[in-house]
């Protein structure tokens, strides 16, 4: 059963890349940068680059890297936070929206696909065991 559920993990992981391949052609991106500017979007609130560390599970030098290439080829803004000068927030620029909504659409298509002839209940129950499976590990350790 771990096998199986540790196999299809992965198996996912390299779904979920294959479907961005041409996506990252075209824009001159890494799959980390994708991620990152995704994460932005579909997380304003969490927008620093521990948050992206913390709740992706990504290496901080990672991050940072691709923080710093996405900030010069103008993607993102970085402000400092209004109450406290050590935090740095980070912003979608609207320059570049139509790319990161074209990544958008396809993260959507990739995971509707995943989800074909799911029902609504079934698709409600794997929230439910995803929800659970995530107590499970902060209550055991993370």
């Known amino acids: 059963?771990?096998?199986?559920?540790?196999?299809?993990t992965s198996?996912?992981?390299r779904y979920y890349g294959a479907?961005?391949?041409?996506l990252l052609r075209k824009f001159d991106l890494t799959q980390l940068e994708v991620d990152i500017l995704l994460f932005l979007r579909n997380n304003p609130e969490f927008n620093t680059a521990?948050?992206?560390?913390e709740l992706r599970g990504f290496s901080k030098s990672n991050v940072s890297t691709s923080l710093e290439a996405l900030r010069l080829r103008q993607f993102l803004t970085v402000r400092p936070d209004p109450d406290s000068r050590r935090v740095r927030r980070i912003f979608l620029r609207e320059e570049k929206r139509d790319v990161v909504e074209a990544l958008a659409r396809r993260q959507t298509e990739t995971?509707?696909?995943l989800t074909e002839g799911f029902s609504r209940e079934d698709l409600e129950m794997m929230q439910q065991f995803?929800?659970?499976m995530e107590e499970n590990i902060?209550?055991?350790?993370?």
């Open 19 to 22: 479907c961005f391949q041409d």
């Open 50 to 53: 521990r948050d992206i560390v």
């Open 111 to 113: 995971l509707d696909r």
């Open 138 to 142: 902060k209550r055991y350790g993370l």
């Open 130 to 132: 995803l929800d659970r």
């Open 11 to 13: 198996l996912f992981r």
């Open 1 to 8: 059963m771990v096998r199986n559920f540790l196999a299809r």
